[in-house]
C-alpha cells in the first residue's frame, strides 16, 4: 500500500481520547477538489489506524496558571478583591482579570493598566489574550449594590 497523506484527528469520548490516523490509498481517495487545499473522501473507507492517548489534558501552552497569577498580583497590588480566571480550558493562553486595588486611587484606566502589565510583563510574553478590569474599592463597592 502506498501512502499519499495522512490525516490526524483527536476524537474525544467521556472515558478517553483517541488518535485516528486515517492513511488513504491511490485507490481510495480518487478526486480532489479544486476549491480545497487537502484531498476529499469520494467513495470507499478509508482505512484507519486508532491509538490510545497516554495524555488527555491540554497541556499548559503560557506555563502559567491561575493561581500563579493571582500570587503574583496579590503580591505586587495588595487587592482587596482578586479574580483570575483561566479561559482557556486550563492550558493557560487566555485569562480574565478583575483587580479591585486601593493604589488605583487617582489613577486612570491607562494608568491601572499599565500597573498590571508591568506586574505581569514576562508573564504576557506567553499569554495569547489577557482581559482585565481595574477599579478601586469605591468603583467595586457601587458596582456591587446595584
Not at 501512502?3 to 476524537?11: G, N, V
Not at 493598566?113 to 468603583?139: G, Y
Request: a positive charge; proline letters at 6%.
Amino acid at each position: 500500500m502506498t501512502l499519499q497523506r495522512f490525516w490526524l484527528s483527536l476524537l474525544s469520548s467521556s472515558a478517553s481520547s483517541f488518535l485516528k490516523v486515517v492513511l488513504p490509498t491511490a485507490s481510495t481517495v480518487t478526486r480532489f477538489s479544486s476549491n480545497l487545499p487537502f484531498p476529499v473522501k469520494t467513495s470507499a473507507q478509508l482505512p484507519t489506524l486508532t491509538f490510545r492517548l497516554l495524555h488527555t489534558s491540554p497541556p499548559n501552552m503560557s506555563g502559567y496558571s491561575e493561581q500563579y497569577i493571582t500570587e503574583k498580583l496579590q503580591t505586587a497590588l495588595s487587592p482587596s478583591f482578586l479574580q483570575v480566571v483561566d479561559v482557556s480550558d486550563g492550558c493557560g493562553a487566555k485569562f480574565e482579570v478583575v483587580v479591585v486595588s486601593p493604589s488605583f486611587e487617582g489613577k486612570t484606566m491607562l494608568q491601572r493598566h499599565r500597573m498590571v502589565n508591568d506586574c505581569l510583563a514576562e508573564e504576557l510574553k506567553s499569554i495569547h489574550a489577557f482581559s482585565m478590569r481595574t477599579l478601586t474599592p469605591e468603583q467595586f463597592d457601587k458596582i456591587r449594590q446595584k
